[in-house]
């Protein structure tokens, strides 16, 4: 079957060219300011939306040198809490933002909104070059735009990357598309310097060239059967560049996701449960895909608590639709091309490699989504062909369909939309359609704590810790191990996920400042002693831990105020005593 035929949806057809397209741009912009439009009236989350944006003084800068350095600095020449990643792209809007709008949260919202309507055009014109057909091109842009699964990266301000990476993947394969119609350095420095914007939106894009290679198969055909080996080579040869660029930034990510702490525990989450839960994921993604229900900020990780029966089910289903599409491959190659795309795009995010304590997140799916729509699209397209054939008003019936999708998905990405206003509604929606959330569970809390509701937050904040309980004595036997074999860097890393959930421990907050002064991380460790202080005011220890760090940060005056302050609250403290003699 040729790459472009006719048109499904016939009144695009008889009208020029550029109008269409240009109808096509304001019905897409239509479509996403009805749903997200909302969005500018909402506020900032107190999931990551405070680390990376509204507590983040590193933002303050603007677009000045100093913030433009810091922007490409972050987490690639020095480590910093306010950036996930190295993701300078993601970090220069967000400066950019602060600069025209200051720190109000509609402004930000609004952005994000932009950002995505602008993938979403981009994506149709990188479709539409590789299709060849307007039709098929704006519906598969019109339901990204609007599924239900890419609300979350537009409503949540800290999932800008995931947007800002969909932007530049899409106008890799637009380049790509460009450069394959007429190879030559010039297009292909194109091709790499939007596959590597990509990547410094958010190191997601590493899978790319797998994809682009799909595409050299269809539509454009640059690898027909019988395969050249030849050819084969020549193809892959050409994606040697990006492949280099892709493993030095998967590199780059894992490292500094080792660095904040944020990589999955072996003893949690051993190969065999990771993997599992890949295959669950993959699954529930393309069962959200057609009834998009059950929606959340976060999904707990099963664990060793997976279910395996479920496994066994997901993994029977995914080889079978791949053996499927494999022997429908040359006759209908984009079936294979989109269920490629789809799995090749998830997989540095399929939990394989863990981070964090999530199961699956929806914006995951933000750009692999597009290859389950490309491949429904054209194979809707291919059967439109053949009814039309034999009966009249297939176009008409074909276009009611799309309409009718298109409606729906946009009712339902509104609703879903709405329940991301604050933290207390995101949370409670998020508690309503999961089950055993610790993470919605103790931001739900924090959320009613601040609105001054402290009894309600505090029966959530205890549900939390309950839920978690068997995964924090995990971290404190798992520390202790770590401290009592010398490993301190180990149990410093088990510690601080346990008081992340039970920030009123003071006894681990003191071991925790004491271990940090041991690893000569003195402005942590004060951090740790100034919050057992928070809760035992008088306290001893975490003063002398005070002293013994001012001293070894050569703040000699600072030491003896806070010697003079102990001696008052136990004037026979000998170690205060003994302390004060060595300055």
């Not at 306290?539 to 703040?555: H, W």
Request: net charge positive.
């Amino acid at each position: 079957m040729s790459a472009t035929p006719t048109s499904p949806v016939s009144f695009i057809g008889r009208r020029p060219a550029c109008l269409v397209t240009l109808g096509v741009c304001l019905g897409l912009a239509w479509l996403t300011f009805g749903v997200f439009g909302q969005t500018t009236r909402f506020g900032f989350l107190n999931f990551d939306d405070d680390l990376y944006i509204s507590h983040n003084p590193k933002l303050t800068a603007g677009l000045s040198v100093p913030g433009i350095e810091w922007a490409f600095g972050a987490n690639l020449t020095q480590l910093e809490t306010g950036a996930e990643y190295w993701e300078p792209l993601t970090l220069l809007s967000r400066l950019a933002d602060v600069q025209f709008f200051g720190t109000a949260p509609g402004q930000h919202h609004r952005s994000n909104m932009l950002y995505h309507l602008t993938a979403g055009l981009v994506l149709f014109g990188a479709l539409k070059q590789l299709l060849g057909s307007t039709a098929r091109s704006a519906v598969i842009a019109a339901l990204f735009l609007v599924h239900p699964l890419h609300v979350e990266p537009v409503a949540w301000l800290s999932a800008r990357k995931d947007i800002l990476n969909g932007l530049f993947y899409f106008a890799t394969i637009w380049a790509y598309a460009w450069y394959a119609a007429r190879p030559g350095w010039r297009r292909y420095l194109v091709v790499g310097a939007s596959f590597l914007c990509a990547n410094m939106a958010k190191p997601m894009a590493v899978s790319l060239p797998l994809v682009l290679l799909l595409l050299d198969y269809w539509p454009l055909r640059r690898l027909v059967r019988p395969v050249s080996p030849r050819r084969a080579y020549q193809l892959i040869l050409e994606k040697l560049p990006l492949m280099a660029v892709a493993v030095a930034i998967s590199l780059l990510a894992i490292l500094d996701q080792q660095r904040q702490g944020a990589m999955g525990d072996d003893g949690l989450y051993p190969l065999n449960v990771r993997l599992g839960n890949a295959a669950i994921s993959y699954c529930v993604y393309l069962g959200q895909t057609i009834v998009p229900s059950g929606l959340a900020i976060f999904y707990p990780h099963p664990g060793t608590a997976i279910s395996w029966p479920l496994v066994a089910a997901s993994s029977v289903c995914l080889l079978l639709i791949t053996a499927v599409f494999l022997y429908q491959a040359k006759r209908r190659p984009w079936l294979i091309v989109g269920w490629g795309w789809f799995v090749v795009a998830l997989l540095p995010v399929s939990g394989i490699v863990q981070i964090g304590e999530m199961a699956r997140a929806d914006r995951y799916v933000y750009v692999a989504l597009v290859g389950i729509f490309l491949l429904g699209a054209q194979q809707v397209s291919e059967w439109t062909r053949l009814w039309r054939e034999g009966h009249r008003g297939t176009d008409r019936l074909a276009t009611l369909g799309a309409v009718a999708l298109l409606a729906t998905s946009s009712f339902l990405a509104w609703r879903q939309t709405a329940t991301w206003r604050d933290s207390t509604t995101v949370f409670t929606h998020a508690i309503a359609v999961t089950e055993d959330n610790y993470i919605a569970e103790a931001n739900l809390g924090a959320a009613l704590f601040a609105e001054g509701r402290k009894e309600e937050g505090l029966r959530h904040y205890e549900e939390a810790v309950r839920l978690h309980a068997p995964v924090l004595a995990y971290h404190r036997q798992e520390g202790a191990s770590a401290e009592a074999r010398g490993d301190l860097p180990g149990a410093i890393h088990h510690y601080e996920k346990v008081i992340t959930l039970v920030p009123a421990d003071s006894s681990l907050h003191q071991r925790l400042g004491d271990l940090l002064f041991r690893t000569r991380d003195y402005g942590k460790a004060l951090g740790q002693y100034n919050e057992v202080l928070r809760n035992q005011r008088n306290a001893i220890p975490p003063r002398l831990g005070i002293v013994r760090t001012l001293i070894a940060q050569g703040r000699f005056p600072d030491a003896r105020w806070m010697i003079d302050v102990i001696l008052r609250l136990d004037p026979a403290n000998q170690e205060a005593a003994a302390l004060l003699r060595s300055l």
